[in-house]
């Protein structure tokens, strides 16, 4: 099946993109962050991590421990306006949890074919133009050019998620959980925070 994919010509792929909406329109509601996001789970679970569940902990964690004041999207607002400020993640993260995600070897389990193949059989784009419209792909290139300049620190990352993302884009799964998976990732092992703990801004 692989090969049959990767036989596909340029010309007929791009037809296959293009009318992917005719050709299956029962999976009309999937969106490009679900597929992409199905894509991750799928990658983590061949390393034997169920992605959802050690994220949703994580989550229970964070507010727990009050580095979010709840689940909402503002308060994932708020964290980055904090880590933009300090410059830094402004929460620690078991270091078991760190463990695990680490030895589910995830950039070797991620099949870059598999969007692709789900775009094919379950998107819902009239043309290419819907998808370089999608905030992932303006945050995914807005990265891009970040790392370019070498300009990655936490200042600069948030600033960018904060110029593209609002309270209702972390309401929604795709995003909420690879701003988890960054955070579980990034910042500090639980117990050994490096980031001064600063009073929070006053309201203006």
């Not at 034997?48 to 503002?74: C, I, M, R």
């Not at 948030?158 to 884009?169: G, M, Q, T």
Request: with cysteine; net charge neutral.
């Amino acid at each position: 099946m692989i090969n049959q994919w990767k036989a596909l010509s340029f010309r007929s792929l791009l037809f296959a993109i293009l009318f992917s909406n005719w050709l299956y329109p029962q999976h009309k509601d999937r969106t490009i962050e679900d597929i992409t996001l199905s894509c991750v789970y799928e990658a983590f679970t061949k390393g034997g991590v169920d992605l959802k569940k050690e994220l949703e902990s994580y989550e229970a964690f964070l507010v727990q421990n009050n580095f979010l004041k709840n689940k909402s999207g503002k308060e994932y607002i708020a964290f980055l306006k904090e880590m933009n400020r300090i410059n830094y993640i402004p929460a620690t993260r078991p270091n078991a949890l760190f463990i695990r995600l680490l030895e589910a070897d995830f950039k070797t389990n991620y099949d870059k074919d598999c969007v692709l193949k789900k775009v094919i059989t379950e998107g819902n784009f009239s043309s290419l133009s819907d998808f370089k419209n999608t905030k992932l792909h303006q945050l995914e290139q807005a990265v891009k050019k970040v790392m370019y300049r070498n300009e990655a620190d936490f200042k600069t990352i948030s600033k960018v998620h904060l110029d593209i993302l609002d309270e209702s884009d972390y309401e929604k799964p795709y995003f909420k959980t690879m701003f988890l998976l960054s955070i579980a990732l990034g910042s500090n092992e639980e117990g050994h925070e490096v980031f001064e703990k600063l009073p929070p801004l006053p309201d203006n």
